[in-house]
């Protein structure tokens, strides 16, 4: 079954999380229609290849081509109308950076493959839990409602404001006309009436005034209490969320409903404005004693410009986070003299500002870190922001060919001396950026999450480690002394971005089975609920008896899955984590050949398999073969091994062909036999492994 057939039978709940990441970047119309032919290419190898990222481009747009062709056949009209809208978009969006195409199409296809995973996992995590809580979704709905409201409530301010404009005029008029009255008529009755209706006017107009002015300062008391409470928490949760997204976790959203929220009111602080600017005039106009305006105006029109001034600063933000294209699944790690990208959006979309403003990148600028390292950005550091051609026309800026590089120190510290590694060492990029808009000018500054620079690629894991780590432990943006005195952390919540390291990078999440493996193996204990891990343990201690730390060998098996077993980790054919007293407990009692996959505990990146025997006498024995590496598998597909593997009958003294049976992690019950399962189970892996 394909993969997005897969994903049509999930719950509602998890289609909603579906529906969430597909817009123009990658509609759910081309997803649906060439299902098939997108699940056969490779995306993620053509996201860090220009040239197979144009040919996958070019393919993509004959595809749709072809299925144009066909509807019009059918003559779809609604279908033809949304397929030719669509290739434009495309053609246009991606023509000049194919990459980035591949990219959009492989995080969709991965974070199917999260869904999918999670949607089979009996119990969901800690932070999935906190991430969909009912709670915040009520406030997203109830900061909708409110913006709205006081959108409405500016909309009848307005009207306030013309209404005493009108009234003015009229009172302006008639005061006029009784100037030019003659001297004789001045003491008439008809004079004294209109004098009457002056004063009755003047009365009105100064109840007016003092009620437009209420109203104004309750929007900007309601305005300043949303901003305050409920708008701040939101845009942190949604920081939070990203923090979660970017270790691997659910895919976040919501930005584009902040965007509205900021940019609704926005608009209303400038209409409020404008009308405080229409009373000033009208005042200068006419005033009297006790005229409200004078009095009240400058203090609220100071209130609204600084709500303004508060408002552009929490809307300048990092939607997506700095990562090297070479390594999508790995963001905040960046590599010295290697590309990296990042995107900044600006919340309140003016059509004012589409490429009036220039964002300046900057590297621990003003900050203060635990590395002697310094490094400039070298690249296209300064772009211009401009509005997107989608649907919701983002005011964003992305930047694309940015290159850490590292100074020479003058002092020749190295950032790896003294306790602290360079994979432990934590940096910022600053974002700067200046608004001019009506009268005002707004300096704005946002940073990126921490990030860890590197100059070798081996270096890549630990610090990977160390983004984990940092992001799963705080939400403080901006701690570049964590490692200073690393928190420990919650191993409950660990566990889970541990399954989701799986989820992300190999297609396939863990289940609570092989999570108590690896709880076992970190803390030696079979509940993990309430247990706390340190960063040493983690990553820095090696493990009892051996010569890597427990980071280091899940690493390496991470490394093992994405180059040599991908198919049969996805299908679920390898149990993988099983300790060997476990192993023997599910093997003993079944039929002569059968076995099962797990990965070695004492090799880096080795997977083995185990079968049970009996003698003559009926003892039950095991059988295990020495772990295979990334070098034996790389000669020989794993499929081809399991199918053919022969072993030494040390009795008989002759080689035998050993009809092997397979135990899924899913069927543990059952025995099936090799003729009819291991030829369809493994044959996926046989035509993909093959060139290997």
Same mark, same amino acid.
């Given at each position: 079954m394909s993969q997005w057939n897969q994903v049509q039978q999930l719950e509602i709940k998890f289609l909603e999380q579906v529906d969430q990441f597909y817009d123009d970047n990658f509609p759910m119309e081309i997803r649906h229609l060439l299902a098939q032919w997108i699940e056969s290419q490779?995306?993620?190898?053509?996201?860090?290849?220009? =040239?197979?990222?144009?040919?996958?481009?070019? /393919?993509?747009?004959?595809?749709?081509?072809?299925?144009?062709?066909?509807?019009s056949k059918e003559k779809n009209l609604l279908l033809i109308h949304s397929?030719?809208?669509?290739?434009?978009?495309?053609q246009g969006k991606f023509h000049g950076n194919p990459m980035h195409v591949a990219v959009v199409i492989s995080n969709c296809l991965r974070e199917e493959r999260r869904i999918l995973a999670t949607a089979n996992m009996p119990v969901q995590g800690p932070l999935e839990k906190s991430l969909q809580s009912s709670s915040v979704s009520e406030r997203q709905r109830t900061v909708e409602n409110k913006v709205t409201a006081i959108k409405n409530s500016v909309q009848m301010t307005e009207q306030d404001?013309?209404?005493?404009?009108?009234?003015?005029?009229?009172?302006?008029?008639?005061?006029?006309? #009784?100037?030019?009255?003659?001297?004789?008529?001045?003491?008439?009755?008809?004079?004294?009436?209109?004098?009457?209706?002056?004063?009755?006017?003047? /009365?009105?107009?100064?109840?007016?005034?003092?009620?437009?002015?209420?109203?104004?300062?309750?929007? *900007?008391?309601?305005? +300043?209490?949303?901003?305050?409470?409920?708008?701040?928490?939101?845009?942190?949760?949604?920081? %939070?969320?990203?923090?979660?997204?970017? #270790?691997? !976790?659910p895919l976040h959203n919501g930005l584009d409903q902040l965007q509205n929220c900021f940019t609704l009111l926005a608009e209303s602080l400038f209409q409020l404005r404008r009308q405080l600017e229409k009373l000033e005039e009208q005042s200068t106009k006419m005033t009297y004693e006790g005229d409200p305006i004078p009095m009240q105006r400058t203090h609220l029109l100071e209130r609204v410009t600084f709500l303004i001034y508060n408002l552009f600063k929490n809307s300048f933000v990092v939607e997506r986070q700095p990562c090297m294209p070479t390594h999508p699944q790995r963001p905040m790690v960046l590599k010295t003299l290697i590309q990296f990208t990042v995107?900044? %959006?600006?919340?309140?979309?003016?059509?004012?500002?589409?490429?009036?403003?220039? &964002?300046?990148?900057?590297?621990?600028? @003003?900050?203060?870190?635990?590395? /002697?390292?310094?490094?400039?950005?070298?690249? $296209?550091?300064?772009?211009?922001?401009?509005?997107?051609?989608?649907?919701? !026309?983002?005011?964003?800026?992305?930047?694309?060919?940015?290159?850490?590089?590292?100074?020479?120190? =003058?002092?020749?510290?190295?950032?790896?001396?003294?306790?602290?590694?360079?994979?432990?060492?934590?940096?910022?990029?600053?974002f700067e950026t200046q608004i001019c808009l009506y009268g005002l000018t707004i300096d704005l500054e946002t940073n990126s999450l921490p990030v860890v620079m590197i100059s070798n690629v081996s270096q890549l894991p630990n610090a990977w480690a160390s983004i984990i780590w940092y992001n799963v432990s705080?939400?403080?943006?901006?701690?570049?002394?964590?490692?200073? $005195?690393?928190?420990?952390?919650?191993?409950?919540?660990?566990?889970? *971005?541990?399954?989701?390291?799986?989820?992300?990078?190999?297609?396939?999440?863990? @289940?609570?089975?092989?999570? @108590?493996?690896?709880?076992?193996?970190?803390?030696?204990?079979?509940?993990?609920?309430? !247990?706390?891990?340190?960063?040493?343990?983690?990553?820095?201690?090696?493990?009892? !008896?051996?010569?890597?730390?427990?980071?280091?060998?899940?690493?390496?098996?991470?490394?093992?899955?994405?180059?040599?077993?991908?198919p049969l980790w996805i299908d679920g054919c390898v149990m993988g984590f099983v300790s060997k007293e476990k192993e023997r407990l599910l093997l003993k009692d079944k039929m002569p050949g059968t076995f099962l996959l797990r990965f070695s505990e004492s090799h880096l990146g080795g997977i083995t398999f185990t079968w *049970? +025997?009996?003698?003559?006498?009926?003892?039950?024995?095991?059988?295990?073969?020495?772990p295979y590496n990334k070098g034996r598998l790389s000669a020989l597909p794993f499929a081809d091994i399991l199918r053919d593997y022969k072993?030494?009958?040390?009795?008989?003294?002759?080689?035998?062909?050993?009809?092997?049976?397979?135990?899924?992690?899913?069927?543990?019950?059952? &025995?099936?036999?090799?003729?009819?399962?291991?030829?369809?189970t493994f044959s996926p892996c046989l035509r993909v492994s093959m060139p290997c």
């Open positions: 490779d995306w993620e190898a053509a996201s860090n290849n220009e =040239t197979m990222a144009t040919i996958l481009l070019q /393919n993509l747009l004959i595809q749709l081509d072809e299925q144009l062709g066909r509807v397929l030719r809208r669509i290739r434009k978009v495309l404001t013309k209404y005493l404009e009108d009234l003015q005029d009229e009172f302006d008029y008639r005061y006029k006309t #009784i100037q030019t009255m003659d001297q004789g008529d001045k003491n008439s009755p008809r004079m004294n009436q209109e004098v009457l209706t002056l004063q009755e006017m003047l /009365n009105s107009l100064d109840f007016k005034r003092k009620e437009a002015l209420s109203k104004m300062t309750q929007i *900007v008391n309601e305005t +300043d209490m949303l901003m305050n409470s409920m708008l701040v928490e939101e845009l942190q949760d949604w920081k %939070r969320r990203q923090q979660i997204a970017c #270790i691997g !976790g995107k900044l %959006r600006l919340l309140i979309k003016l059509p004012e500002l589409n490429y009036q403003v220039k &964002v300046k990148a900057s590297i621990d600028k @003003n900050v203060s870190t635990l590395s /002697n390292r310094r490094f400039v950005l070298c690249g $296209t550091h300064v772009k211009a922001m401009s509005i997107e051609e989608s649907s919701s !026309g983002n005011l964003s800026v992305e930047f694309r060919h940015l290159q850490p590089k590292e100074m020479k120190s =003058t002092a020749g510290s190295k950032g790896n001396e003294g306790c602290h590694m360079v994979t432990e060492e934590l940096h910022s990029i600053t705080t939400s403080d943006s901006q701690n570049l002394v964590f490692f200073n $005195t690393p928190p420990s952390a919650t191993l409950s919540q660990l566990l889970e *971005v541990l399954s989701w390291q799986f989820s992300s990078y190999v297609g396939r999440g863990l @289940n609570s089975d092989q999570l @108590n493996m690896l709880a076992d193996k970190l803390t030696a204990q079979a509940s993990y609920s309430d !247990g706390h891990l340190t960063w040493a343990k983690f990553c820095k201690e090696h493990l009892p !008896g051996k010569s890597f730390t427990f980071w280091t060998w899940l690493e390496a098996i991470l490394d093992l899955i994405k180059k040599h077993i991908l *049970v +025997d009996h003698s003559d006498s009926g003892e039950v024995k095991f059988h295990s073969v020495e072993f030494q009958d040390q009795q008989k003294r002759e080689t035998k062909v050993m009809f092997l049976l397979f135990l899924s992690p899913s069927q543990q019950s059952e &025995v099936i036999q090799l003729s009819q399962t291991l030829r369809q």
